[in-house]
Every structure is written in C-alpha cells, then in structure tokens.
C-alpha cells in the first residue's frame, strides 16, 4: 500500500510538471502565432516601400529580398498574383494559393506568413523559430518546480508523520496498551485528531480500570455472604433458628449484586433511560417514611430524570446517615441560583480530611466508622447518578456529616 506522503508529495510534483508542460505547450504555439487582420495591411504597405514595384527585373527584386533577409534573419520569397515565384532567398517557403487570405500559410516546407501587396504581389516569409526561447520558459518554470518541490517535502513529511504516530497510537490502544498517547503538534485538523485521541484513551483507561476494580472488590465482597450462606445452610439442619441470618445474609447478597449490576449499567450507558418531570420533595418524602428518626424539610421541586434512579441515589444517602452517624436523620431541599440542593444530614462525627478523597470510590470504607459496613457502594452509586443527571454530590463537615446534592431544576438534565 502507497503511503499517504508519498502520494501528497507525488501529487504536488505531477501537478507542478503538468503546469511547465502545459505553459511550454502554450508558449510555443502562441509564440508562432503571427498577428492577422489590421496589422497585415500596415505590413504589406510598408513591405511595398521596401520593395520596387513589380515590373523592375528579376534581378532588383532578387536583391531587394536579399537586403530583408539578411536585415531579418529569415527565408522569404516574392511571388506574383498567380503564384509564380519571382524571387527567394533562403530555404523554400510556401507559396500562397488562388484562394489564398494573407496570414498564416502551412505547406510541405512548414508554416510562413504572408502579406498581400497592394500591387497584387504576395511577399511570404519564413516564421522566425522562437523554440530556444521556449526551452528556456520551460527550463525557468522547471526550476521554479524543483524549488517548490524541495520546499513541499518537508512540510508533506511533517503532516505525515504525525499522521503515521497517530496510527501508531490506535494500534497500540487497540492492541490492549492502555497507556498509548500521542503527541499534540500545532494548532490544525491533525493537532486537533491528536487531542481528540488522548482524551478518548484517558477515558477508555479509566473505565477499565474503574471495572477492574469493581470486579476485583465484588469478587471478595461477593466471598463474605457466601460463606455465611454456606455456613448457615450447614447449621439450620440442626438448629431451625439460624434460618432467619440466613435470609439476611441472602438479602445482603441480593442487594451487592443489584448495586453492582447498577453501578456497571450506569458506567455504560451514556443517556438515560428514561427522563420525566419529578417532584423531588414528594420523591424524598417517600423515601423518609421508611424511617423513624428521618425529619424533611424543603418546598416542592421539580427535575428532570428518572424517577427510579433518584429514588436510590435518595435511599442510599438517607441509609449510609443511619447507618455511620447518629440519629435524627435531616433531610432539606432548597433551590439556589437554578440549582435543587438536597442536603442529608446526620448527627455523627465527621469524616477526616484524608479520606474525603476517596469518599466516593466504590467499596472505599471509612476507617473506624460505626455501624454495620455495608456494601460499600452507596455513595458511589450516589456519584454516578447525579452526575447522570447532570449534577454532583459533594461533602461537609458541618454539625455532623453533611451529604449536598446539586441538580438542574426545572430544565432538561443533561447526559454524560
């Protein structure tokens, strides 16, 4: 296969030596091309003072076409109106026919000019040859080719060889190299293909590695209520009791494969699935009287998205407060600057500095939080959904732990 700067750079150089034949070609007919109408008869009156008049001897005309000649370097003849050649001098030229018009005359001894005289006499000259100055327009406009060709080679090769490290770049991504980037040179369409690319291997990166790492913790978070299960399963054949930690430990499981399921789906998906006006207040409503010690405050709200996810992303906070902090549980809702900010609020002590960082990576525990552990998901399913929806979560140290949600209200959500 031709590579792409060869066929640029042999573009160029086909299009430059196409344009000095072409000129050449041009030149080289328009330069023995005499003039015709007007200017004829201006020649042949004063070809006519030149000349002696047609009834002197051979001999005078004989001289007088000498004198012409050798003052314009050319072969010319003198003939009468019929055609009969009165005198030469130099190589044959053609002589000019009954039907003959003064201009261009073409013939076995190559093409001439003619001028009618006003005496009747035709007086034919050889076409002066202008091929040397042809080869030098064409030798001028070669060399003008050459230096444009020289001066094109490296400006083609540079594009090209951007081109070829950026095909370089997706075999290597392609070839599983996660790591494979290219260099952003200049400020054009390539520069901008270059860019475009990296940004792209950024993200690929950081999902697999995202669902590496959720593979990775699943599998070990998937061991623990397993082998509950498998112990339980042992001991209810002899005591009856143990089969409501059984159920439990079932429910757990049931609820770590849903959080992943959702947390994968959500990673792949790029719109949501469906988007509706929902009243966030009565949403959130619902989701606290599920709770005793659960307290909301907020005026009706109203957002675009999908009324399942929001319901989780509102459950998931309202359970990571009770179960890591200490009761009552405040929820408010309240909308600022075209923004609705659900903030959930607990009574426990605050997150250290060092682990807010990683406060929403899936399964990241808080050292030394009390409670039940859970899944470790929550908060970040929490991420993922309201970033779907074109908001973020964020957290504060503020009386407690505070958990702030920020959505579009009222306008279309926006999709990543």
């Given at each position: 296969m031709r590579r792409l700067f060869l066929q640029v750079y042999l573009t160029i150089l086909g299009s430059l030596i196409l344009v000095v034949l072409t000129a050449g070609i041009v030149w080289h007919f328009i330069a023995n091309v005499p003039p015709f109408g007007e200017p004829l008869e201006f020649a042949g009156e004063l070809a006519a003072g030149l000349l002696p008049p047609s009834s002197a001897p051979r001999e005078a005309q004989q001289e007088a076409l000498a004198r012409l000649s050798a003052r314009f370097g050319t072969d010319i003849a003198l003939f009468d109106a019929a055609g009969e050649r009165?005198?030469?001098?130099?190589?044959?030229?053609?002589?000019?026919?009954?039907?003959?018009?003064?201009?261009?005359?073409?013939?076995?001894?190559?093409?001439?000019?003619?001028?009618?005289?006003?005496?009747?006499?035709?007086?034919?000259?050889?076409?002066?040859?202008?091929?040397?100055?042809?080869?030098?327009?064409?030798?001028?406009?070669?060399?003008?080719?050459?230096a444009v060709a020289l001066g094109?080679?490296?400006?083609?090769?540079?594009?090209?060889?951007?081109?070829?490290?950026?095909?370089?770049?997706?075999?290597?991504?392609?070839?599983?190299?996660?790591?494979?980037?290219?260099?952003?040179?200049?400020?054009?369409?390539?520069?901008?293909?270059?860019?475009s690319f990296n940004q792209a291997a950024d993200r690929i990166e950081a999902l697999v590695q995202a669902h590496k790492m959720l593979l990775a913790n699943a599998s070990h978070e998937l061991r623990t209520p397993l082998t509950r299960i498998r112990l339980g399963i042992e001991l209810a054949k002899e005591d009856p009791a143990r089969k409501t930690e059984l159920e439990q430990d079932i429910a757990e499981l049931d609820q770590l494969v849903d959080e992943i399921l959702l947390a994968s789906r959500l990673d792949a998906v790029e719109h949501l699935d469906q988007a509706e006006e929902i009243d966030l207040l009565a949403l959130a409503a619902e989701e606290c009287a599920r709770y005793d010690d659960c307290n909301l405050e907020g005026k009706p709200i109203v957002v675009r998205g999908d009324p399942v996810l929001l319901r989780r992303m509102i459950r998931n906070l309202v359970e990571n407060a009770e179960r890591h902090g200490r009761l009552p549980v405040e929820v408010g809702l309240e909308t600022r600057d075209g923004r609705a900010l659900l903030r959930v609020r607990d009574q426990g002590p605050a997150i250290g500095p060092q682990e807010r960082a990683d406060l929403f990576l899936p399964f990241h525990r808080v050292a030394g939080a009390s409670g039940s552990q859970g899944t470790g998901l929550g908060l970040a399913l929490v991420r993922q959904i309201a970033r779907r929806h074109g908001g973020d979560v964020t957290y504060e140290a503020e009386r407690g732990s505070c958990f702030t949600v920020n959505l579009p209200a009222g306008t279309a959500s926006k999709s990543c």
């Open positions: 009165l005198a030469s001098v130099g190589s044959p030229v053609p002589a000019p026919g009954p039907n003959s018009h003064p201009g261009l005359l073409r013939g076995r001894f190559g093409p001439a000019y003619s001028v009618h005289l006003p005496d009747g006499r035709w007086l034919v000259t050889r076409i002066p040859s202008r091929r040397p100055r042809a080869i030098m327009l064409i030798a001028f406009l070669g060399a003008i080719a050459g094109a080679l490296p400006v083609v090769r540079r594009l090209t060889r951007r081109l070829e490290r950026l095909q370089i770049g997706v075999q290597s991504l392609g070839a599983g190299d996660l790591s494979a980037r290219v260099k952003v040179e200049g400020r054009d369409e390539v520069a901008k293909l270059a860019n």
